[in-house]
């Protein structure tokens, strides 16, 4: 299995409404050396989280024990930039399962998909609303349901609905990527092979 599956997730969020991030922000240049995708997340927005000596810069929402959870809220435009999947590989190896946004880079959007990150896609009002509950009230949660494509803030129960293109939606439910997927059609594609 690729990644974990998706299904339904449960989770308190943490805001980031910083727009306009790119993916060297997310994991900069100088951390793709690996092939694997192991121990990304250590340098997750690492010139954000940390000085040039290493300490935790103590501003940075990852360094604030405040916050936590498998949902990042964040800004428009979130993910813009190069294509590396590399700043997909540290979300998910630093523990998100999920970022909302009003809006991503859709080369971003895509690897998020192959990787195992649902990225939901919400109005810039929803988004706001998620910000000011978490503002509020760190321990709000939100749930978002995939075979309902729904996001709903638990603390008020509103609700937007959010669209995935089906095939990755099944992927997601089943911790596929495109080669598990034809791995798990195995079976079939050897039967269609005998009957050529």
Same mark, same amino acid.
């Given at each position: 299995?690729?990644?974990?599956?998706?299904?339904?997730?449960?989770?308190?969020?943490?805001?980031?409404?910083?727009?306009?991030?790119?993916?060297?922000?997310?994991?900069?240049?100088?951390?793709?050396?690996?092939?694997?995708?192991?121990?990304?997340?250590?340098?997750?927005?690492?010139?954000?989280?940390?000085?040039?000596?290493?300490?935790?810069?103590?501003?940075?929402?990852?360094?604030?024990?405040?916050?936590?959870?498998?949902?990042?809220?964040?800004?428009?435009?979130?993910?813009?930039?190069?294509?590396?999947?590399?700043?997909?590989?540290?979300?998910?190896?630093?523990?998100?399962?999920?970022?909302?946004?009003?809006?991503?880079?859709?080369?971003?959007?895509?690897?998020?998909?192959?990787?195992?990150?649902?990225?939901?896609?919400?109005?810039?009002?929803?988004?706001?609303?998620?910000?000011?509950?978490?503002?509020?009230?760190?321990?709000?949660?939100?749930?978002?349901?995939?075979?309902?494509?729904?996001?709903?803030?638990?603390?008020?129960?509103? +609700?937007?609905?959010?669209?995935?293109?089906?095939?990755?939606?099944?992927?997601?439910?089943?911790?596929?990527?495109?080669?598990?997927?034809?791995?798990?059609?195995?079976?079939?594609?050897?039967?269609? +092979?005998?009957?050529?």
């Amino acid at each position: 299995m690729a990644y974990d599956k998706f299904t339904q997730l449960r989770s308190t969020m943490v805001p980031l409404p910083a727009e306009n991030v790119d993916t060297d922000q997310i994991i900069p240049a100088r951390f793709l050396k690996a092939t694997e995708r192991k121990g990304f997340g250590d340098n997750l927005f690492r010139d954000w989280r940390y000085h040039a000596d290493g300490s935790p810069k103590e501003d940075f929402v990852l360094n604030d024990a405040t916050y936590s959870g498998k949902v990042l809220v964040a800004g428009k435009n979130f993910g813009s930039g190069s294509s590396r999947e590399h700043a997909v590989w540290a979300l998910y190896d630093y523990g998100f399962r999920c970022v909302v946004s009003s809006f991503f880079a859709d080369i971003f959007k895509n690897n998020c998909l192959n990787i195992g990150v649902l990225p939901v896609t919400v109005s810039v009002e929803f988004a706001d609303k998620l910000f000011a509950a978490v503002a509020a009230d760190p321990q709000a949660e939100v749930e978002i349901d995939l075979e309902a494509q729904i996001i709903r803030l638990l603390t008020d129960g509103s +609700e937007e609905a959010f669209e995935i293109n089906s095939y990755k939606k099944e992927n997601m439910k089943n911790g596929f990527d495109d080669i598990d997927y034809l791995l798990h059609m195995q079976e079939e594609i050897r039967a269609f +092979e005998q009957q050529r």
